[in-house]
């Protein structure tokens, strides 16, 4: 029979839980206390925290328990890399249904802690509570070893690029969102549920003080430019012949390939502005930042976000723009 979290109770569980998360790193006292202890750091630090609820952000089946801890590790921590910054320890919430398996638990716990060792980080901590639904809430502590990049300091006249690749996350999520045969669009439905924080791209890019404003792009190219914008007191004019599509995206029609590049989101991608005057630099790091790099349009005086081709002719966006929690469908 398996045993289930109310089979096995808060108390035992948590024990086995931190039994198997040892601390390591920057951690001096990890789970088992009332707090996580770590070493002080010498440098500023970047605190960021992300939550994945059951039935809004994936369905059970979507994934193996273990991929949606990795998974949930991977959204919040892209944060962090937004801003050049280095994660230093994470901090899990759980809140699941009484009759999930116990082992389920096991292995979501576990994907957090193979995602944070991946890229240098420690599980330090946590909580667990009953609930209707499962969510997993993530918390990553970071390191700022240089100057932090906010989305606020863009200028007119800074060229935007964009890491990786757009749309294919969003391509996936439709495929099993929607039940149908997945097909070619095996690769598109990896990319959403194994999501690539780009670390060593913003550390590059804030080390080489290369970019002037970043954010990664986790609801959509056109919502989260706009976020750029708006905190930078500017507006963007992109090009939608030069985005970056996916491989699987490619084979669509250009104008449902385009919409998937510009509002699907769930991409994790960064959206940067570089001065004119650093573009050299850019281009001496390129190769150093683990990920391709695509220009894909400049700041501008006149605000909002416009959408050009590569002749300068205004192009149609999508009707939905991109994702924010609690608008009107």
Known sequence: MTATLRDRGECALLEEIRRTVPAQGRVVLGPGDDAAVLAPSRHPLILTTDAMVEGVHFRRGWLTPRALGRRAFAVSVSDVAAMGGRPIAALLGVAARPDMPAAELREIVRGVRVGAGTVGAALAGGNLAAARELSLTVAVLGEAPWRPITRAGGHVGDQLFVTGDLGGAAFGLRLLAGARSIGRGASA?????RPVPRLRAGAAL????IASAMIDLSD?????????????????????DRLPLAPAVRR??????????????EDYELLFAVPPARLDALAAVRRTLGCRVTHIGELVRSRGVRVVDARGRALALPRQTGHEHFASP
């Open 206 to 209: 804030a080390r080489g003080k």
């Open 252 to 265: 669509l029609p250009a104008r449902g390939a385009r919409a998937l590049a510009f509002a699907g989101g």
């Open 189 to 193: 439905v990896r990319r959403w549920q």
């Open 220 to 240: 959509g190219l056109l919502v989260d430019a706009a976020r750029l914008c708006r905190a930078s007191g500017v507006g963007a004019r992109l090009c939608g």
